[in-house]
Structure formats: C-alpha cells, structure tokens
C-alpha cells in the first residue's frame, strides 16, 4: 500500500498579533514567547508568505529581533521543528569517544559566524574548526553563502581531490559519522528543514531578518535527554558582526543555559577574532559573563591587516588555500594561517583543554606547556601551539580525510 503524504496543517492568522507589534506603543506589547510561537509556524508552511514577510519587517524596524529572549526564545522555538537526532545513541557514541584534557571534558564543540560583515575574508571559522577537530569532537553548523561569496557549505563542496558528502549527514548517520570522525558538518538545511518555507521569502526582503542572527543559536547538536542531563553540545564561539549585539548574544546563550561559550566581534566588526586589531570578547562560565579585549599580540602573533587575508575570494580558491594549510604548505608566517590560528587559540581555550599541565597530543609534541595567561585568563598562547600542531603533525588532515572518507562512504537518502 503506497504510503500518503502528510496532511496539510490548518493556516494560522498572526494578523491580531502584528496589529499589536506595530506602529510602536500599542498598550498590550508582544512577548518573546508570541513571537517564537508564531514563527514556530512558519517551520510548518502555516503563515501566509504575505503575513510571515510582514512579521519579519516588524521585527526588523522594531529591533525586537535584535533583543535577547527574542533571539533565546525563537532559537528554541527553532530546535524544537528540527529534523529529530537520537540523542541517546548520540551521546552513547560521543561517550565511547570523548578524550578529556584539561577542562575539556570530550563533547561537541561549536564555531560560527552570523556573517553580514562584509569583509568577505577567506573561511576562518570552518577552517579552524578542521584543525581544532585534531583534538576536540567538532559539529560545524554551517549553510551556503548569503552575504558572501564562499559559505562554509560552499567551500567544503569545493574541496579537492574529493569533496565531503555534507547533504549525506542526518539524523539518521549523525552517530555513524561520529563513530569514526572527530569532524561533523551538520548542513542547515538538512537539520532544519522547516527553513525551506522561509527561504523564499527572505530571499524578497532587502535587509537581514531575525534568521541570520538565530542561526548560530540554533546549533542541531544543543539538545539534553532527559532535559536534567548535560546538553550535547559543549561549547562553542560565535563571531557577531555588529559590536551592539555582542553582549545581547552572550545573554540570549545564557539564557539558554550555555555554560561555555564567547561572543567575538572585531573592531572592524567583523565576526571573527581579528587578525587587525582588537576584538571584543564576552566569555561565558559557569560562574560569570565576562567582557574583556583580544589582540594578536595577546596570542603571541603580529597583527595583519583585513586586506592581506584573502578578501573576495570565490569558493574554490578559498578550497585551494584550506588544502594547502592542511598539507602544511604555507609558510609559518602566513597572514591568513595566523588568522587561523588565533580562531583555532581561541576556540581551544574556550573549549577548556589549554587548561591542562600537561601535553601529550602524540607525534611532533614537545609537551611544553605555555601557562602564561592573558585576558580573561585564558592561556591563548597555548591555544596557538596547539594550533600549531594540529597543521605540523597533520592531525588535522587525517581528521579531514576521515570525515571525507566516511560521508562518501553514506548512501544518499
């Protein structure tokens, strides 16, 4: 018997609730909650294009997109409509591969952008993210470009001599891949399917909605069960592109219950650490919030001009440099290496294994730990030397090479 396609939902009229939210001032004022509660419904195809657009354009001139428990709430809202992981045989897998160091304490860990910074640098963050899979169990969540050129999604499906099978990670083989890759890509479009209703209308509007900035929140990994154990998701650092929504980041992730995680913004905001100049961090502990400066310098490296890093770059150039910073083919003071290397730093630090005494990652390891502290307390110079290591021993290219090997090895659905 030929199975049925699944029925339609009945439409929903958000029209009361976008009489409330504009012109400003109505006495009876929108929650977080409404507001996540209504775009919950876009995920179901179950708002009108015309009336999904127009709750956009609210929130956007209202700037209640830009307010933390909007952003935790519909993040939230967002987690909940994503294609359903197994998250006990996922934490089964993860639990049978963790490597604790430090304060590291072996799950997933996070690093990305909100983009719409416009410098178009080469992919900082997805790079990192490789060479930080050299130590740590990485879910990279990532989509093609919307405001550059190369996407994280873009430049892996450029990578030579073959590139991975991102669209083949789901649900379904999320714990296979990871049963043999400290590498995870976890697609957008794969885990959150609902998107594909917004896509369109987004794609009408001239300015960034809410999506761009909940998307970081909103990694498919940041899931507990039951809901009193620890999340699967560690830590993570999230670049942000304007210097004003730092610190609404850092609560909307404390209201989520983040206990490890930093906001960075480059004072060129940019949504990366910068390789210019400083960097404004907002740095989540259990204990505290803390907001202080980067610098290269703080990561024993020279500062770089934006320009010298790659700007403009299409995807498959941007593949070319990836490949040669893992086979170690640039030179050790290479701008973009250095760029990618106090990101890698950073997300080792915020991780918790730069806080061990001691080294043994295995081949080309001197085991000298640098103690040395910098703001925030964090040993950034150590971070850096394990970056380091992660290129010379080629850790980070076996890493890759076994995640290419493994998605390759997954059927298409």
């Known amino acids: 018997m030929s199975s049925q396609p699944p029925a339609e939902l009945p439409p929903i009229d958000i029209k009361p609730l976008l009489s409330r939210l504009w012109p400003v001032g109505h006495p009876d004022t929108v929650s977080p909650d409404e507001i996540a509660n209504a775009i919950s419904h876009f995920f179901t195809n179950q708002v009108s294009d015309v009336q999904a657009g127009s709750l956009l354009m609210c929130l956007h001139f209202t700037g209640l997109d830009r307010q933390a428990e909007v952003l935790s709430k519909t993040a939230q809202a967002m987690l909940k409509s994503a294609a359903k992981i197994d998250v006990s045989e996922l934490r089964e897998v993860i639990d049978k591969r963790r490597r604790p160091e430090g304060d590291y304490h072996g ?7 909100t983009g719409g910074d416009s410098h178009n640098t080469f992919n ?17 969540h990532g989509n093609k470009a919307s405001t550059s050129k190369s996407g994280s999604a873009d430049l892996l499906n450029c990578m030579p001599p073959l590139p991975p099978r991102i669209s083949r ?25 609902g998107m594909r209703y917004v896509a369109p209308i987004r794609r009408q509007l001239p ?18 069960s039951p809901p009193t154990e620890e999340s699967l998701l560690e830590a993570r650092m999230i670049g942000v592109a304007r210097k004003d929504i730092g610190p609404v980041f850092a609560s909307a992730l404390v209201m989520a219950g983040a206990k490890k995680a930093m906001v960075v913004c480059g004072d060129e905001e940019l949504d990366e ?14 204990e505290k919030t803390e907001h202080f400066r980067l610098h290269p310098q703080d990561f024993g490296l020279p500062a770089h001009p934006l320009s010298e ?10 593949a070319q440099i990836l490949t040669r910073i893992l086979n170690g083919e640039v030179p050790d003071d290479d701008p973009i290496l250095h760029f990618v290397l106090i990101n890698t730093a950073a997300l080792f630090v915020i991780a918790g294994i730069t806080e061990a005494d001691t080294s043994d990652m295995g ?13 925030g307390g964090g040993r950034w110079k150590e971070g850096v030397r394990r970056a380091r290591w992660a290129v010379r021993s080629g850790e980070a290219a076996r890493q890759w090479a076994r995640f290419v090997e493994v998605t390759n090895g997954f059927s298409e659905e």
Do not use: M, Q
């Not at 900082?124 to 990279?140: F, G, N, Q």
């Open 107 to 113: 799950g997933l860990v996070d690093i990305v952008g």
């Open 124 to 140: 900082i963050s997805t790079t990192s993210s490789i060479l930080a899979s050299s130590l740590l169990l990485i879910a990279k």
């Open 363 to 375: 081949y080309g390891d001197d085991g000298k730990v640098i103690t040395e502290r910098g703001p």
């Open 169 to 193: 990670i789901r649900p379904d083989t999320i714990s296979s891949l990871y049963s043999s890759s400290n590498y995870g890509f976890l697609f957008a479009p794969v885990f959150h399917p």
């Open 273 to 286: 650490i910068s390789c210019a100049g400083e960097t404004l961090c907002w740095r989540i502990t259990e």
């Open 309 to 318: 890093v790659s700007p403009g770059k299409e995807p498959t150039e941007n």
């Open 207 to 224: 300015w960034r909605t809410i999506f761009n900035l909940v998307g970081p929140l909103a990694n498919p990994t940041d899931l507990s």
